[in-house]
């Protein structure tokens, strides 16, 4: 199967660029700045994420110390994480039904519009990560030689992503209530997940809710590669990537069967 659907996003791969490149330019259509917000949102969240958490709540990394600039890097890397996950899953619930058009159309393959999302997400995040590793310069002087690893730490979170955002899509046109419940889900996977704060800081009792998100072991895993310049955690990096398949081929193989319903209820 996984051979199958490289084929198909193969084939389609002009109408894949097309759609990702729509959904880039498209998201600052019409405002002054333009792409430039790409780079001004997260550094804006950045400050205010890092304030409150900092400074309000007293919150450090003990690996890193007490610096606030180091505690930015640590968490400006869960974020960007983070945020490539959570992008695909909150807008894939309202995804076919928003663009109703194209569904109506029978050979329009429906199935690249969550990844074509994946891929504009990941656009997003790559600027994120140069902005990521420019910071990591100036303020840590030092660029890890461990950093060639980030693609492959990021591998189980791009196929759970896909999979899931193919499931989501086709499950938004006929529950047109889940969108209302996934925004609510991914504030708190955002929040039990170890972005703001360590695993070490939750009680013994609590961290098996963190063990059994596969968010927590990726941007775990990201900064050890990118800021620590340590090994990822392989025995997960194995596991994940088998969940990760598991979910993806799962995920096309729900779209593929329901889709032919899709017409009828849009």
């Not at 996984?2 to 660029?17: A, E, G, Q, T």
């Not at 995040?125 to 100036?138: C, H, T």
């Not at 799962?250 to 069967?257: D, L, N, R």
Request: net charge positive.
């Amino acid at each position: 199967m996984p051979i199958s659907i490289l084929k198909v996003l193969w084939s389609n791969k002009n109408l894949l660029n097309q759609f990702t490149k729509r959904d880039v330019v498209g998201r600052y259509k019409g405002s002054y700045l333009g792409l430039l917000w790409t780079f001004i949102t997260p550094l804006l969240m950045l400050v205010i994420y890092t304030f409150v958490f900092s400074e309000v709540f007293k919150a450090r990394w003990g690996t890193v110390g007490g610096n606030k600039a180091e505690y930015a890097l640590v968490l400006f890397t869960g974020l960007i994480v983070f945020n490539i996950f959570s992008e695909v899953i909150t807008r894939a619930p309202s995804l076919l039904v928003g663009n109703s058009n194209l569904v109506t159309k029978v050979v329009f393959p429906l199935e690249i519009m969550p990844v074509a999302i994946l891929c504009a997400s990941i656009f997003h995040a790559l600027i994120n990560f140069a902005l990521l590793i420019v910071s990591l310069i100036l303020i840590l002087g030092v660029l890890q030689w461990t950093l060639f690893l980030a693609p492959l730490v990021l591998l189980p979170l791009i196929l759970l992503t896909l999979g899931l955002g193919w499931i989501l899509a086709s499950l938004g046109v006929y529950l047109r209530d889940l969108g209302q419940v996934i925004g609510i889900a991914m504030q708190a996977i955002m929040l039990m997940s170890p972005i703001f704060y360590p695993i070490s800081s939750i009680p013994e009792n609590l961290r098996i809710i963190y063990y059994i998100n596969p968010v927590s072991y990726v941007i775990e895993d990201m900064r050890r590669v990118v800021i620590w310049g340590e090994m990822p955690n392989w025995t997960w990096l194995g596991i994940g990537t088998v969940i990760g398949l598991v979910v993806f081929m799962a995920g096309y193989s729900w779209f593929q069967k329901t889709k032919k319903g899709f017409a009828d209820v849009l």
